[in-house]
């Protein structure tokens, strides 16, 4: 795979496919065997492609950011390294009560390759303003992805460039306005700071993700899985670096991944929380990055979300490896961290689940299926058992 193109894809889905499918993993990892548990969920609604991050507006309605899956552009060695390019990611609300989808805003780059596609990952909202934060970064676009492709992919690349690490707002018509340049400030900051990890094989030269955003009043937190950063990004477009995220512990060889992968970010009255793809829960508070004791009942983290109360709920997307799938399905769940920091097991049996939110009904709704395009056809029904979903569970 072009190295560029890599950055974007190790991040997660075949991030964690391709990854977890070509990394030597430590002696005696296995799958974990699915075991169901927690509060009766049902399924809101089905057909979303490749659905991440989750969110909520003042009347009940979700958010939800798409990833999509690729396009007609495609380039690599063979069909099974291809990485494809096309405007098929998208924001989307749905009725939470009927599960009818609807597009806020669509036409935006998705990039990828089996089941391995990036997009417009996470989402946010403030009162009735919609964010979202595209992942990548305008250095990290190949050139000379389009050679020998039809001239529209040309196109597709320019708007590639417009559009990747860009925190976005919906105008309410279908588009966006851009507000800030996450992606080439984080990607900078790397290039600027090489010994920050000097060993990191993706930070030559730079490296950006932008992934999870958590919005407020006068800008937003956003976390990014390339640079291992938490960022503050005013409203004014200025991008300010909080935090850098430590490695995992052990032997580089050994771990997954190499490095912290931040991918999802939520503020409360007491801190900033963040997840990341090592499985660990950090909070940041008084200019402090503090890590929380999961009681090891955290896998690949992929989503977070508080409720009212000010409890924080992480989202792991997989917890092991299966030989014949990279992660291992049906091993997601919710990890519950409670104001006094004590962790619990929420709910597990999830299927490689992804962002989550509080409903206004008090419900918690999460992704599910995360890496399943709108499309499963030639997708294993191991993993994609059906196309990308949101569920509900019940209020325990």
């Known amino acids: 795979m072009n190295p560029q193109l890599h950055r974007w894809a190790r991040l997660l889905t075949a991030g964690a496919a391709a990854v977890a499918l070509t990394v030597a993993l430590p002696a005696g990892t296995s799958s974990a065997s699915p075991t169901k548990s927690g509060p009766h969920w049902d399924v809101v609604t089905t057909g979303l492609d490749s659905p991440r991050g989750l969110a909520v507006l003042p009347n009940g309605v979700l958010v939800v950011g798409e990833a999509g899956h690729g396009g007609p552009y495609c380039a690599g060695p063979s069909p099974q390294q291809q990485t494809c390019a096309g405007l098929t990611s998208r924001i989307s609300t749905v009725n939470p009560w009927s599960g009818k989808r609807r597009t806020l805003v669509g036409n935006l780059i998705s990039f990828g390759g089996q089941g391995d596609f990036t997009g417009v990952d996470g989402v946010s909202t403030y009162g009735w303003n919609v964010?979202?934060?595209?992942?990548?970064?305008?250095?990290?676009?190949?050139?000379?992805?389009?050679?020998?492709?039809?001239?529209?992919c040309n196109s597709v690349l320019e708007r590639a460039t417009k559009q990747v690490g860009r925190l976005i707002s919906a105008n309410g018509r279908g588009g966006y306005r851009a507000l800030a340049n996450v992606g080439y400030a984080n990607y900078s900051y790397i290039v600027k700071h090489p010994n920050i990890d000097p060993n990191n094989p993706d930070f030559t030269p730079g490296d950006s993700n932008p992934y999870g955003v958590s919005a407020g009043r006068h800008g937003a937190y956003v976390v990014?899985?390339?640079?291992?950063?938490?960022?503050?990004?005013?409203?004014?477009?200025?991008v300010k670096i909080l935090a850098y995220l430590p490695n995992p512990p052990g032997p580089p060889d050994q771990r997954f991944p190499y490095d912290a992968v931040p991918t999802c970010v939520v503020q409360t009255h007491h801190g900033v929380y963040i997840g990341d793809l090592s499985g660990r829960a950090w909070k940041y508070s008084h200019g402090r990055l503090h890590q929380l004791d999961t009681k090891g009942l955290t896998g690949s983290i992929q989503g977070c979300t508080a409720d009212k109360r000010g409890n924080v709920y992480f989202v792991t997307m997989f917890n092991g490896f299966d030989p014949n799938f990279g992660f291992a399905p049906n091993t997601g769940s919710v990890t519950k961290i409670d104001t006094r920091?004590?962790?619990?097991?929420?709910?597990?049996?999830?299927?490689?689940?992804?962002?989550?939110?509080?409903?206004?009904?008090?419900?918690?709704?999460?992704?599910?299926?995360?890496?399943?395009?709108?499309?499963?056809?030639?997708?294993?029904?191991?993993?994609?058992?059906?196309?990308?979903?949101?569920?509900?569970?019940?209020?325990?």
């Open 224 to 238: 990014d899985a390339g640079s291992n950063t938490l960022d503050w990004v005013g409203y004014d477009r200025k």
């Open 131 to 152: 964010y979202g934060i595209i992942t990548g970064a305008q250095q990290g676009v190949p050139k000379g992805f389009c050679t020998g492709l039809p001239a529209a």
């Open 341 to 396: 920091g004590h962790a619990s097991m929420y709910a597990s049996g999830l299927n490689l689940p992804g962002g989550a939110v509080f409903g206004r009904d008090g419900h918690l709704y999460v992704v599910n299926n995360s890496i399943c395009p709108a499309n499963i056809t030639g997708v294993p029904p191991q993993l994609c058992p059906t196309s990308g979903s949101i569920v509900r569970f019940d209020r325990d």
